[in-house]
């Protein structure tokens, strides 16, 4: 999953945080990193309750 | 330069020195400031020291005592609070440039609990910015050195903790564990590092304390014990190290699970890996029934964790992004970023996999009485923050999912790696079960050093 610096800016600023567009930059890892890691429990939850 | 003898024992020898009129309170807490002054500006444990307040109470305390009053096993003990624990009176920064100069008016009660037990508070330990980033030059205070082998970084985030313990600066300290924040320091240094059951007064009173709890280090297993007993208001567990081991309710034979796959799986380093095999033999030595299990959901735990570490600290510190971001750390800011970008179906989904995970695992465990893995899968800091690894935890593969379920955990030493760092072993159990680990941490020490020495100066 990757995230993109310029939607990062964008969903940082609809929460009342500015940040410029080469910090989004160098967060864009991290953050595709954690999403990817709120993914994960997501299918594990379907499996433990044998949605899948 | 050697570390001053009456530092050298442990926190229950020190007790009854005390106790019994051999060293006063007011002589221990002078020769822990004295190390502390001698030493801390290469080790970097403390953030604050509070030379002053800690002479008064041991004055006080050492009153006390000649008047008849005894208040137990801490009465007139230095020890230390990691500095992301409010202390009512005493400056409290997170390691932060944005808190250099807050001091709370309030603490939590494990805090008031210890003082109230006759400890004595000679600072502030050191830790990464608000806990919950890499360590950097932008930090209020450098980061800590590993007294095993100070030019590698001591692992966090109650590094300072770690350090002022192993080093002999004080006889136990506070830390947090919010993912392995103390079990990894503690396993790091050759200390106990017990993270109790997760509850109502666990924490510290922020966002946190959702996953987090305030844990203690020590270098014994009964010094644990006290500590615990005392800020949890418990009962301490009886000082006698048994020497074989009996299960949580008095049970002849201990089973503990061991997550065979899982450890097979993980990228875990060979000075751990043999570590944790010759760990395994003593148990088994001890009597301990050792019974391969599959934890298919254990990497699934240690993400729903970071996902909560990330957006809790992230709710924690919106204030601080919005008003002092100038005032934070590079690697901070990354960090207490990252919780903005999930949404609160993520934050329920990883709530809700704690709850699923925790009743997996009890019936996964069945009839054993704890789970024992590695506390991490590498030796070093610096290994454990490798880039695109350490936001993700895969250090903390072992101890975070127990901050998930908040179920207690314990770090117990149990080996040396080939740079002279440190190596722990982690049992978990069902909540409540504190006083087991204890003395399955105690009982194991019989078989390898009662008391963890004093790291060289």
Redesign the interface.
Known sequence: MT?DANE?VR??AL???T?SAE?AG??T???G???A??A??????R???GER | MTVPEVLRQSLSEAAEALRGGAVSSTDLVRASLDHIAAIDDRRHAFVTVDAEGALAAAADLDAQLRAGHWRGPLHGIPIAVKDNIPTAGLRTTYNSRAYADWVPGREPPTVTRLRRAGAVIVGKTNLNEFGWSVPSDDDLVAPPRNPWNPEYQAVGSSSGSGVAVASGMVFGALGTDGGGSARLPAGQMGLVGLKPTRGPESGVGAPIDEVSVVSVLTRTAADAGIMYAAMMDRTPPPPDAATAMTGPNAEPVVRLAVPRRQIDELPIEPDVRAAFAESMSILKDLGVVLMDVDVPHLGAARDANFVLISALSHAGHRDDLRERAHLLGASTLRYLHLGAALGAADYLNAREMGTLFAAELDRILVDCAGIATPVSTVVTAEAARRPGEHSRGLNASFTAPFNLTGWPGIAIPSGTSGLGIPIGLQVAARPGQEPFLLRLAETYATRTRPSTPVAAP
């Open positions: 995230a990062i969903l940082f929460r009342g945080l940040v910090f160098e967060l890892g991290q953050v990193a954690l999403l890691q709120a994960t429990v997501e299918d594990a939850l499996e433990m309750k």
